[in-house]
């Protein structure tokens, strides 16, 4: 394999330790074995490492912080802002401590979203089952199906209120609420805001696992 020097550019040929035209000595390595030996190309991959993942260690660093805030998320009200940031952190630290176990000891972008998109799956579907058991539980188990329904119906109020104010078609307006106050109304609109709050937190802890990794990259250094 011919190479070419870096100093004067000249043509080298393959097994040469020198270079015959300026005699700077040359890197010499075997094709062969050079991935064994981890010498044929420092950056290559040291890049392949960072953008691979190794799914054992990282389901270890997700598991125990990605359902302790699906736990938070849910009682902290899940589609607000302190849940969704609280999601996002803990993917960045899940990458924080995957990096910290990982040889080398940095990933890429893609690597840290895709440990962040595990990081939110396991945490909003942990917070999807806890905010439904609270509900089977509050509607079941404490009696308050009173209280929740008076709650749905405020909502509802409101909402249609806002609609009158807008000028919207009072038929249509009443067709709707008729829908909402229904039994299959009101079991859609939980359906889709607990969708709601599963997707919105996966795509926080991704944009946490790509940032946590985006800052705390170490670029690596080839040997020389």
């Not at 609109?189 to 969708?195: E, T």
Request: net charge neutral; glycine share 10%.
């Amino acid at each position: 394999m011919e190479v070419t020097c870096i100093r004067c550019h000249q043509t080298v040929q393959d097994g040469f330790c020198y270079c015959p035209n300026c005699g700077l000595p040359q890197l010499v390595f075997s094709a062969e074995n050079s991935a064994e030996a981890g010498q044929g190309d420092p950056w290559g991959e040291a890049a392949r490492d960072a953008n691979s993942v190794d799914w054992n260690s990282a389901l270890r660093s997700t598991l125990p912080l990605a359902i302790p805030a699906g736990i938070l998320c849910s009682m902290l009200s899940p589609v607000s802002l302190l849940g969704l940031l609280l999601m996002g952190a803990t993917a960045a630290w899940a990458v924080a401590l995957y990096m910290r176990s990982h040889q080398p000891a940095w990933v890429t972008v893609g690597a840290g979203a895709r440990i962040g998109f595990v990081t939110g799956v396991l945490g909003s579907w942990t917070a999807a089952a806890v905010s439904g058991l609270s509900l089977y539980a509050m509607r079941f188990w404490l009696h308050q199906g009173s209280w929740l329904d008076g709650l749905w119906q405020d909502v509802v109020n409101q909402w249609q209120a806002q609609e009158a104010s807008a000028g919207a078609d009072a038929q249509n307006v009443a067709t709707i609420k008729a829908l909402m106050m229904s039994p299959e109304g009101r079991a859609g609109f939980v359906l889709f805001l607990i969708a709601f709050l599963m997707g919105t937190l996966v795509l926080f802890a991704i944009a946490g696992g790509a940032l946590g990794a985006r800052f705390l990259k170490r670029a690596p250094r080839p040997e020389n």
